[in-house]
């Protein structure tokens, strides 16, 4: 029995940026043995950049002492869902941080955190459970960012921000920056559209876009 096998949870385009992240952690931490594999719920193929794709029962399988998995799942609510099951099994959420990163001063960041190379986390900053922090993206000071948030590639988030829960920030997205006491407010399960300029709050559930960011309108049926 193997002391601990390592998995990314998902074998598409969010896993495979993750995987080469992961296995460079493996081997700075004098780890590079350990088994390290794609989980996924429907496999597409037997192995892809070199690692094997297991489903999730097999991944349990695996005789081990411990199971850690990094959930590389885009959407927020699956991403819950599968941490569901994981805390149900007994497997540990594995956080993977890119060593192209940077993290300042009095960051928490809760488990399960994914933080691709290029990104910034600066100071007195509180995020969540299984954060997504993609390509050159930036968290500015004193954020408070909830669980299971989403920041797609080159996300701007600058100080004084508060984002709720499962909150989606679209690529090339900027939020403008809060004053202290009065945070600039991304309510939960918001989406800010790619590229938008956020200056305002945003309620939750919202779905914004443009410059400014501005309520995305329903295309009414009627007339079409």
């Known amino acids: 029995m193997s ?13 495979r940026g993750i995987m080469p992240l992961a296995r460079q952690q493996l081997a700075a931490a004098g780890s590079a043995g350990a088994q390290l594999v794609f989980v996924d719920d429907a496999p597409q193929a037997e192995a892809i950049n070199g690692h094997r794709i297991l489903r999730y ?27 569901g099951r ?8 594995w956080s993977v941080v890119s060593n192209q990163g940077v993290i300042m001063d009095d960051v928490m960041l ?12 600066t100071s007195n900053i509180r995020i969540g459970r299984y954060f997504h922090g993609n390509l050159y993206s930036y968290v500015e000071h004193d954020c408070v960012i909830g669980d299971f948030v989403t920041f797609a590639p080159g996300v701007q ?41 956020v200056t305002r709050d945003v309620p939750a559930g919202a779905t914004v876009v443009g410059n400014p960011a501005r309520p995305m309108l329903k295309r009414s049926l009627d007339g079409c």
């Open 57 to 83: 029962d097999e991944f349990l399988a695996i005789p081990a002492e411990q199971r850690w998995l990094a959930v590389a799942v885009a959407n927020s609510r699956v991403r819950e869902r599968i941490a």
């Open 86 to 93: 994981m805390a149900a099994d007994g497997i540990q959420p």
């Open 3 to 15: 002391e601990a096998v390592f998995g990314v949870f998902g074998a598409s385009g969010c896993g």
């Open 157 to 197: 988030c600058n100080g004084n921000v508060w984002i709720g829960d499962h909150a989606y920030i679209g690529a090339g997205a900027v939020i403008r920056q809060g004053l202290p006491g009065k945070p600039l407010r991304i309510g939960a399960g918001a989406v800010i559209g790619m590229g938008a300029i």
């Open 110 to 121: 809760g488990e399960g955190a994914l933080l691709s190379p290029f990104t910034c986390l």
